[in-house]
């Protein structure tokens, strides 16, 4: 980052924020003299854990990788890769579903040198390196009572989570991360150097407030704080399958009512060995119905009795906690290492046709014996009130988004697993009005379609424009590509 000046804190995870050294035999000249940051090829001992990402799934090799330490380093990479005529791919935390952090074969720039954090807490803003990860966004800033909204899982990294949008515990309150995105320093297909703002290039930011990494590489975000409070009340409620209509239309009710700081959630599934569950409802299927409430906890608790009312609760588990402690609360399921898939969507409403297809779970069971897990998430609140066309996340009027996640070990599992989140995926559908980008994951029917879920016609024209004029030749292409082709907002 620049310097930082006195009446900034700036927060280095310092540790990473050292040069980390050369490896000088897989070091190529174009690189520069000036190049800083650590350079791996195939033959490096490092290589092998560099080219790992969060899901397992993917097994790439890159001809080389790169942790650059400052803007300048992920220029010269750039321009390394353009010069040899080399695919690239940028890490930060590595968490695409379908691996567009690892090249096979082409140039990997990794970020994880790049995590710098630096406050301005006079004008509430945050300058964040291109390689952080939520945590050290939260960790910079919960110390002042302020924060960025962001994801739920603080290894994810803020590049990738930012730009395709950012969901979150914060986002009816106050939105999603892209909507808190005031500034941008992106590196170009050519290596040149841009600024994206209101004032400097409105069109680069628009796009870059959901469009996903397709206009180049982000080395530094500034984004907006906002005070909240530190308290969090979280509670979950667990009922029997004879009343899960009951329970959803009660997640209806309650959503449609609930505070911007409260989000309502719901899944069914079978149940695991959790410490507060009977153990006579571990192995069984079950609904549940939760919130997680950002604000006064006595507000938050008061909505308790609503929920025990809509049926009889087999299981309830309570928590008052704080913020900082609630984003790293699914650390440990999002683990790396491990296989995933997951499908998703998004609906404007939840009819009773909804419901019935959300408690199908997609089946009857394959041959398998396999049926997946889901989960419903309200919406709404702050991220629906932004104006329809101010950014390039398109669902704004989404109410819910729905997901089944599905992670296991073992290869000879891939189909199975992959089968029965497709059958779920399948039956909700008919209800469906949109998708996630970040949640996008490739399938046979055509990365074009997956793009007309994820975006509405004229925000897809626009970001084709866009991509046309900063990418024409698609050089960022591993990402949830945008072609830099004319697009008709009308087909």
Not at 365 to 380: C, I, K, P, T
Not at 426 to 443: C, I, K, Q
């Amino acid at each position: 980052m620049s310097g930082a000046r006195r009446s900034k804190r700036t927060h280095p995870p310092s540790a990473l924020c050292q040069h980390a050294g050369v490896t000088t035999r897989s070091r190529p000249a174009e690189l520069g003299a000036e190049f800083a940051g650590e350079v791996i090829g195939p033959d490096d001992a490092a290589y092998q854990d560099a080219r790992q990402v969060w899901n397992a799934m993917v097994d790439r090799r890159p001809a080389l990788i790169v942790r650059p330490t400052d803007t300048g380093d992920v220029q010269a990479a750039v321009r390394l890769a353009r010069s040899r005529g080399w695919e690239i791919s940028v890490r930060c935390g590595g968490h695409s579903i379908v691996g567009h952090s690892v090249t096979d074969g082409g140039l990997m720039i990794d970020l994880s040198r790049m995590r710098g954090v630096e406050l301005d807490l006079d004008q509430r803003r945050a300058r964040v390196q291109g390689g952080a990860l939520l945590r050290d966004l939260d960790q910079a800033s919960a110390h002042h009572g302020l924060h960025t909204p962001a994801g739920v899982v603080s290894h994810t990294g803020v590049a990738g989570l930012a730009l395709g949008g950012g969901e979150g515990w914060l986002g009816r309150q106050l939105g999603l991360t892209c909507d808190s995105l005031l500034c941008a320093e992106v590196v170009s297909a050519t290596g040149e150097l841009m600024v994206a703002s209101e004032t400097d290039d409105a069109d680069l930011l628009w796009a870059l407030r959901g469009g996903g990494g397709n206009f180049g590489i982000v080395t530094e975000f500034t984004f907006a704080l906002h005070p909240i409070r530190p308290e969090v009340v979280a509670v979950d409620c667990f009922y029997g399958p004879d009343d899960s209509v009951a329970v959803l239309r009660g997640l209806r009710e309650l959503a449609a009512t609930a505070p911007d700081e409260t989000t309502f959630a719901a899944w069914v599934g079978t149940a695991g060995p959790w410490e507060f569950l009977p153990a006579e409802l571990h192995g069984q299927t079950l609904v549940n119905l939760s919130f997680i409430h950002v604000g006064d906890p006595d507000v938050g608790r008061a909505l308790v009795p609503a929920m025990r009312a809509i049926a009889p609760v087999l299981a309830e588990d309570a928590e008052t906690l704080s913020f900082l402690k609630l984003q790293s609360y699914s650390d440990g399921a999002m683990a790396h290492g491990h296989r995933r898939y997951w499908k998703s969507h998004y609906l404007t409403e939840l009819t009773d046709g909804a419901i019935e297809a959300f408690l199908s779970r997609g089946g009857p069971a394959g041959e398998d014996g396999l049926v997946a897990n889901g989960n419903l998430e309200a919406r709404g609140g702050a991220q629906g009130r932004i104006g329809a066309d101010d950014t390039a996340f398109a669902n704004r009027d989404a109410a819910f988004s729905w997901i089944t996640m599905a992670v296991w070990d073992d290869p000879a599992e891939d189909e199975a697993r992959m089968g029965a989140a497709r059958r779920f995926a399948d039956a909700m559908a008919p209800f469906a009005s949109g998708v996630y980008v970040n949640a996008l994951t490739d399938e046979a029917d055509g990365a074009e379609q997956s793009l007309a879920d994820a975006y509405r016609p004229r925000h897809l024209a626009r970001l084709a424009a866009l991509k046309a004029r900063y990418d024409p030749d698609n050089v960022f292409h591993l990402n949830q590509n945008v072609a830099p082709v004319a697009f008709d907002p009308s087909e």
